[in-house]
């Protein structure tokens, strides 16, 4: 199988994309368990690329119950370099209206006892993370979507939050005053397991709502959410396949080497089921004995 060259994670409606040629699915199993549904594969401008639907087809996986390690796993077994995820979050700034678009530029984890990485069992590494998002990819993410005339912001602070609940208004307000800008439940722990897995990842985050916060505008609602959402659908579409074309043909970035440095445990004392289990993530890492 020709490896994907672009991989996508969010909602329903995403791999329909008018253009998706030569469209296939497939069914992966993972040492981490199922990824959240069945890849859908197809070629866009000239680009194999991969679309998985973060909770399932018909929205049936919980915030908390998502299986990111297998989702990543899965998208890194089919070759991704790059993942966009796409996803709703809420305004925590005035300036950051429903339906505007956010490529946020840093990340803040309130999230609990979600599984946050592939290490453990016998194997340590700690990556780099100062920049949670890839630079380069959030770069032309911002590009592509600007290409579409929606209104975009380029950077701002994503704090995940453990849902599925949304927030109260006291929550709101601290996260407003920790120098929050967007609020949602699923980039954490999707860009720390990409980092780990030596994959670009970057975020299209659509602005559904004020969360509760904003005293003159409703508080958040799933009708809300989902009619918000539901306008960018078309917004994201052009985005993505503006951004298949603008990729370049080859890319090496520092997120492509993330493990060089991380891998901590000695090589002779990592155990064979280590191996075995991470050989896709860290086999370049571990040969030999050093």
């Known amino acids: 199988m020709e490896p994907v060259k672009l ?5 329903s409606g995403l791999y329909d994309i008018e253009g998706l040629e030569d469209v296939d699915e497939v069914s992966l199993a993972t040492p981490f368990g199922d990824p959240s549904d069945a890849v859908v594969i197809g070629t866009l401008s000239g680009r194999r690329v991969a679309f998985l639907p973060r909770h399932g ?4 996986i919980s915030p908390g119950e ?5 989702n990543i ?3 890194k ?5 790059h993942i966009i995820s796409v996803s709703a979050c809420g305004s ?3 300036g950051y209206a429903p339906r505007d678009i956010v490529i946020p530029d840093q990340l803040f984890d309130h999230t609990r006892g979600r599984p946050l990485s592939f290490f453990g069992g016998g194997l340590v590494a700690h990556i780099s993370f100062a920049e949670p998002f890839c630079t380069s990819l959030s770069q032309l993410l911002y590009e592509a979507v600007r290409s579409t005339g929606a209104t975009v912001h380029r950077g701002g602070v994503y704090i995940t939050v453990e849902g599925p609940r949304f927030s109260t208004k006291a929550e709101s307000n601290v996260f407003r005053q920790w120098g929050m800008d967007i609020i949602g439940m699923t980039a954490t722990p999707e860009a720390q397991l990409a980092r780990e897995a030596e994959i670009c990842y970057a ?3 659509h602005v559904t709502d004020y969360d509760v916060w904003h005293e003159t505008e409703e508080n958040v609602t799933v009708n809300a959410v989902i009619k918000n959402l539901e306008a960018n659908t078309e917004v994201a579409k052009r985005a ?7 990729l370049p043909d080859q890319v090496d970035c520092a997120c492509h080497h993330a493990l060089r440095d991380a891998i901590i445990t000695h090589r002779a004392v990592i155990s064979d089921g280590a191996k075995s289990d991470l050989g896709l993530l860290v086999g370049k890492h571990v040969a030999g004995d050093a």
């Open 57 to 60: 087809r018909g929205h049936r």
């Open 203 to 205: 975020t299209m985050a």
């Open 92 to 94: 925590l700034r005035e």
């Open 77 to 81: 077994r089919l070759g991704a370099k």
């Open 73 to 75: 796993y899965a998208l």
């Open 7 to 11: 991989a996508v994670i969010g909602g």
């Open 240 to 246: 993505i396949k503006y951004l298949a074309q603008a």
């Open 66 to 70: 998502i299986n990111s390690r297998a």
